[in-house]
């Protein structure tokens, strides 16, 4: 690993950089893990932190939950950036995740087309049968109940294309029974969480934003809508950036937004960074009413995970103690430092980054039933799905456009398979990402 490359990028901010030596010093600096955690993650993440408690005291927005889990150690990082300068926001952490914010949701919901805008048949890299439909989690009798109501014969681990997802969906959407299910479980689902919500002082009368990395605002969206009729401030978002372009008095982007996600996220990985995030605990997937009020329930944590997660953020809160920048300091000057830093790992990962960091367990989808890294080894025919041309082709044809393996984190896949010349696959994915993202943005526009 070339630590100096990050070296040369925090040259920027003296702070910075004394603060990323000191804290490399601390711990096993020939470490690759460490090493990204201190020249990398953490200066990245706190540069985000920081903005997020100057632009709540400029918004005098007096409270900030960061969410669970990718909240962990922002909300971490906050508290110690707090202490320190002595800033009045009181900073919570709030146990919620996709699945169980969707599963309220649905009890909202009374048609196929308000399951459809809730996320139901949303496609993702596991769309098997299961996986549908362990989004609301149905047992395996419930599962079985539905495949027979729709004439469903197949095999439920199945992951089907995007054209077999859709017929799968299609069917679904015509069963009233599906339909019925969905909303009867989601009762129970909105009446814990949103008590869970009232005891979190979500409802009391306090400004107050929440926290994220992105990319969507999806999280921000579905909570509005269950707690619309009970919160008594406008609900505001900080996040890391955008994919689209959303109310910025309400989504607030720290690096990135619809206007200009083009500019950056090519050379980006949001995967990535959501590892960068990782807390030492599983995905909240419930709540239970206990004597001290209501808890929430974890899906299990794998081992690795959990150590991998605790090491980063012992890492993290060790820079964030050394760091000693002001509130004043140039803000621009920061995000800069942030983004060139991201880009030179994440779009032009070293083989050894690219093997310990790729390492990474990763889940795309919101119930986890699968895991996988962030990027491995591919074969040359299966990587060959991103050279621009063939990609081009097989979009046209309905076919894949990526490899067989390691799609979360793309550039770390190309440096670790045997393909020449890999700037072509580079600039291939690149490319396409840029393409894409202005096509969506002008979608938006008209």
């Given at each position: 690993m070339n630590i100096k490359k990050y070296q040369k990028i925090l040259k920027?901010?003296?702070?910075?950089?004394?603060?990323?030596?000191?804290?490399?010093?601390?711990?096993?600096?020939?470490?690759v893990f460490s090493s990204v955690s201190a020249y990398v993650t953490a200066p990245v993440l706190f540069c985000y932190v920081r903005q997020i408690l100057k632009t709540a005291q400029e918004k005098?927005?007096?409270?900030?939950?960061?969410?669970?889990?990718?909240?962990?150690?922002?909300?971490?990082?906050?508290?110690?950036i707090c202490q320190k300068q002595n800033i009045?926001?009181?900073?919570?952490?709030?146990?919620?995740?996709?699945?169980?914010?969707?599963?309220?949701?649905?009890?909202?919901c009374n048609t196929a087309e308000d399951f459809e805008r809730a996320g139901f048949f949303g496609r993702c890299a596991g769309q098997s049968p299961i996986n549908t439909l362990c989004r609301a989690g149905l047992s395996e009798e419930?599962?079985?109940?539905?495949?027979?109501?729709?004439?469903?014969?197949g095999d439920e681990n199945k992951v089907m294309d995007n054209g077999e997802f859709s017929l799968f969906c299609?069917?679904?959407?015509?069963?009233?029974?599906?339909?019925?299910?969905?909303?009867?479980k989601g009762k129970k689902a909105y009446d814990n969480i949103t008590c869970y919500f009232e005891e979190q002082g979500l409802f009391e009368d306090t400004p107050f934003a929440l926290a994220d990395t992105g990319w969507l605002g999806s999280i921000q969206s579905a909570l509005t809508d269950i707690c619309s009729d009970k919160v008594k401030n406008r609900i505001r978002g900080f996040y890391f950036g955008l994919f689209r372009g959303l109310d910025e008095d309400r989504f607030i982007p720290y690096l990135f937004s619809g206007e200009d996600a083009h500019k950056t996220v090519p050379?980006?990985?949001?995967n990535l960074f959501e590892c960068f995030c990782a807390a030492p605990h599983g995905m909240t997937i419930g709540y239970q009413n206990t004597e001290k009020g209501y808890a929430p329930i974890f899906k299990e944590q794998s081992k690795a995970m959990k150590e991998l997660a605790e090491k980063q953020i012992e890492i993290i809160k060790a820079f964030t103690e050394n760091a000693d920048i002001p509130m004043s300091y140039d803000d621009d000057i920061l995000r800069s430092i942030a983004r060139k830093l991201l880009i030179a790992l994440m779009y032009k990962p070293?083989?050894?980054?690219?093997?310990?960091?790729?390492?990474?367990p990763f889940c795309d989808d919101a119930t986890e039933l699968y895991v996988t890294p962030l990027a491995e080894k591919c074969d040359k025919k299966s990587l060959k799905r991103l050279l621009f041309p063939i990609?081009?082709?097989?979009?046209?044809?309905?076919?894949?456009?990526?490899?067989?393996?390691?799609v979360y984190w793309l550039y770390a896949t190309i440096v670790l398979s045997d393909v020449r010349p890999k700037v072509f696959y580079r600039l291939s994915v690149r490319l396409w990402e840029k393409l894409r993202l202005v096509k969506e943005k002008r979608n938006i526009c008209r």
């Amino acid at each position: 690993m070339n630590i100096k490359k990050y070296q040369k990028i925090l040259k920027r901010s003296e702070q910075l950089l004394k603060t990323a030596d000191k804290t490399s010093g601390l711990f096993e600096v020939s470490e690759v893990f460490s090493s990204v955690s201190a020249y990398v993650t953490a200066p990245v993440l706190f540069c985000y932190v920081r903005q997020i408690l100057k632009t709540a005291q400029e918004k005098n927005i007096k409270r900030i939950y960061f969410l669970a889990r990718d909240g962990y150690v922002m909300k971490e990082i906050a508290q110690i950036i707090c202490q320190k300068q002595n800033i009045g926001i009181d900073c919570r952490y709030l146990y919620c995740s996709r699945y169980v914010l969707k599963n309220a949701l649905y009890y909202l919901c009374n048609t196929a087309e308000d399951f459809e805008r809730a996320g139901f048949f949303g496609r993702c890299a596991g769309q098997s049968p299961i996986n549908t439909l362990c989004r609301a989690g149905l047992s395996e009798e419930e599962r079985r109940s539905i495949y027979n109501n729709i004439g469903f014969y197949g095999d439920e681990n199945k992951v089907m294309d995007n054209g077999e997802f859709s017929l799968f969906c299609d069917s679904l959407k015509k069963s009233e029974l599906l339909l019925s299910m969905l909303k009867n479980k989601g009762k129970k689902a909105y009446d814990n969480i949103t008590c869970y919500f009232e005891e979190q002082g979500l409802f009391e009368d306090t400004p107050f934003a929440l926290a994220d990395t992105g990319w969507l605002g999806s999280i921000q969206s579905a909570l509005t809508d269950i707690c619309s009729d009970k919160v008594k401030n406008r609900i505001r978002g900080f996040y890391f950036g955008l994919f689209r372009g959303l109310d910025e008095d309400r989504f607030i982007p720290y690096l990135f937004s619809g206007e200009d996600a083009h500019k950056t996220v090519p050379q980006f990985c949001n995967n990535l960074f959501e590892c960068f995030c990782a807390a030492p605990h599983g995905m909240t997937i419930g709540y239970q009413n206990t004597e001290k009020g209501y808890a929430p329930i974890f899906k299990e944590q794998s081992k690795a995970m959990k150590e991998l997660a605790e090491k980063q953020i012992e890492i993290i809160k060790a820079f964030t103690e050394n760091a000693d920048i002001p509130m004043s300091y140039d803000d621009d000057i920061l995000r800069s430092i942030a983004r060139k830093l991201l880009i030179a790992l994440m779009y032009k990962p070293e083989k050894d980054e690219a093997e310990i960091i790729g390492a990474f367990p990763f889940c795309d989808d919101a119930t986890e039933l699968y895991v996988t890294p962030l990027a491995e080894k591919c074969d040359k025919k299966s990587l060959k799905r991103l050279l621009f041309p063939i990609r081009m082709l097989n979009k046209m044809r309905g076919r894949s456009i990526y490899p067989d393996k390691g799609v979360y984190w793309l550039y770390a896949t190309i440096v670790l398979s045997d393909v020449r010349p890999k700037v072509f696959y580079r600039l291939s994915v690149r490319l396409w990402e840029k393409l894409r993202l202005v096509k969506e943005k002008r979608n938006i526009c008209r």
